[in-house]
């Protein structure tokens, strides 16, 4: 299995509060991604980062930042967590060869 | 632009069943095509994948063949298990993309014993 965890992998929160999502990898590949999974739409890719410090906007970024300072570490934060955030997350990472590898996920509810 | 399109499941079957589930994509270009799967709890894992047109992928007795000309990448497994039972993703990579995902919906696949 390839290295990467996800924490935490639940959480509650407030409408409004900030939260901030980790994915950490021992693979040493360059690019990562973070996802979001609901029903009825499969995984939908928030934000990717295809080195440290170079991140660009997936097709639901509107919401959501992310910082890469590590090759290792992709953070994802929600400033202002709202109810539409609540969902399933999933970080997954890529060392160019078109496979893409997923951490286990995390549960996040906004209340 | 690029879009997959999978059957909505769920799809019930009793174990030893063959196994069709499908997928079409639209996408300029020659995308490579994948199959993922998450069991319940757990994040998706590659089941198989193709990259060029009427190449087979396979894995653990699963089979997709990619058709170009069907624009088409059927997941196929000729004898289901009860341990089978996941929820299948369909997904292309386009070939201008640098490694991003498009996925499907996704399919349960219910096996009963």
């Known amino acids: 299995d390839a290295g990467i965890t996800q924490s935490p992998r639940h959480k509650v929160t407030e409408t409004g509060t900030p939260v901030t999502l980790r994915c950490h990898q021992t693979?040493?590949?360059?690019?990562m991604y973070w996802y979001r999974q609901d029903p009825g739409h499969g995984l939908r890719l928030i934000h990717y980062?295809?080195?440290?410090?170079?991140?660009d906007k997936g097709e639901v970024s509107d919401g959501y930042s992310v910082s890469r300072s590590k090759t290792e570490d992709f953070l994802l934060t929600l400033e202002s967590a709202t109810s539409s955030q609540t969902s399933v997350y999933f970080c997954?990472?890529?060392?160019?060869?078109?496979?893409?590898?997923f951490g286990p996920g995390t549960r996040l509810t906004v209340l | 632009g690029d879009s997959v399109t999978q059957m909505e499941g769920p799809v019930t079957l009793s174990e030893e069943a063959f196994l069709t589930i499908n997928c079409t994509y639209t996408?300029?270009?020659?995308?490579?095509l994948f199959w993922y799967v998450q069991y319940p709890g757990e994040g998706l894992q590659l089941l198989l994948k193709?990259?060029?047109?009427?190449d087979k992928g396979s894995n653990k007795g699963f089979e997709a063949t990619y058709r170009k000309e069907t624009t088409s990448f059927h997941l196929e497994k000729g004898s289901v298990q009860v341990s089978d039972s996941a929820v299948y993703f369909c997904?292309?990579?386009?070939?201008?993309?640098?490694?991003?995902?498009?996925f499907g919906t996704g399919t349960r696949l219910q096996v009963f014993p």
């Open positions: 997954a990472i890529s060392g160019g060869d078109s496979t893409q590898y």
């Open positions: 693979e040493n590949h360059r690019y």
């Open positions: 980062s295809y080195g440290v410090k170079d991140t």
């Open positions: 996408a300029t270009g020659y995308p490579s």
């Open positions: 193709a990259t060029k047109a009427d």
């Open positions: 997904a292309l990579r386009g070939p201008y993309n640098t490694d991003k995902l498009i």
